[in-house]
């Protein structure tokens, strides 16, 4: 099973790369497949890539839900 995660964008490289963070961990991935990415956007990343943009809301949620934080998810829905 693959899982993409909503990670938020702090730092950008002008080859096509940012460095992201989840959870206290940071990792560098590549920006190539999406349009003018900026610090604090959130993506979707998948084996390295950001897939697409996020609303910061919904990013949010999601990381509430992965958490176990259901208090959080449930009162964005």
């Not at 460095?19 to 920006?31: A, F």
């Given at each position: 099973?693959?899982?993409?995660?909503?990670?938020?964008?702090?730092?950008?490289?002008?080859?096509?790369?940012?460095?992201?963070?989840?959870?206290?961990?940071?990792?560098?991935?590549?920006?190539?497949?999406?349009?003018?990415?900026?610090?604090?956007?959130?993506?979707?990343?998948?084996?390295?890539?950001?897939?697409?943009?996020?609303?910061?809301?919904?990013?949010e949620?999601?990381?509430?839900?992965?958490?176990?934080?259901?208090?959080?998810?449930?009162?964005?829905?």
């Open positions: 099973m693959c899982l993409a995660v909503p990670v938020e964008i702090i730092q950008i490289s002008n080859d096509a790369q940012a460095v992201v963070r989840l959870s206290g961990v940071e990792t560098t991935i590549s920006t190539a497949l999406i349009d003018s990415p900026q610090l604090g956007d959130y993506v979707i990343v998948h084996v390295g890539y950001a897939l697409e943009k996020l609303d910061t809301k919904e990013a949620a999601t990381l509430a839900l992965l958490r176990g934080d259901s208090e959080r998810g449930e009162s964005t829905s």
